[in-house]
């Protein structure tokens, strides 16, 4: 059942592939692929290029894919390792998505962070207009942090801060 339906959503890709992503397998393997990602135009990390690997379970669709950036992302929702904190690839996941609703997910969450659901062990500062990222290390991780949004000159900011640290 797996190996058709990832041969289904392969063709389904090749015919109309999600707007700036690409995916399919690694050689021969049909459970092991290899996406691009490019960086959203509205997002820090446009016109940069990601590299996503994807692991097809054997009881795909019946459970989630292992998708993972290949690429370093510095990301509130993205590990060091790469793994992605996204609902749909663990308990919202369903039969009914399909990679390339994954890989849309994936781009909008370049987009838009979650912050109810970050993953960041620094603070990540992303400054939209400029497409710079610069981490700094103020406190230990999400646990004692919140997630704020600061309107500075150069654009929207995304700050994590240290629950006993003022933003101003």
Known sequence: MASKR????????????PTSCSAG???EDMFHWQATIMGPQDSPYAGGVF???????LDYPFKPPKVAFRTKVFHPNINSN???????????WSPALTISKVLLSIC?????????????????ICTRQTGR???KLLGAGPR????????SRQGLDWVYVRNDVDVV
């Open 25 to 27: 397998p690694v050689g």
């Open 133 to 135: 990222s610069m981490s």
């Open 108 to 124: 909008s969450l370049l987009t838009d962070p979650n912050p109810d659901d970050p993953w960041c062990q620094k603070l990540l």
């Open 6 to 17: 990832i041969l289904k959503e392969l063709k389904d890709l090749q015919k109309d592939p």
């Open 82 to 92: 790469g793994s992605i904190c996204l609902d749909i690839l663990k308990e919202q």
């Open 144 to 151: 004692n942090t919140r997630w704020v949004s600061v309107i």
């Open 51 to 57: 590299l996503v690997t994807i692991h097809f379970p």
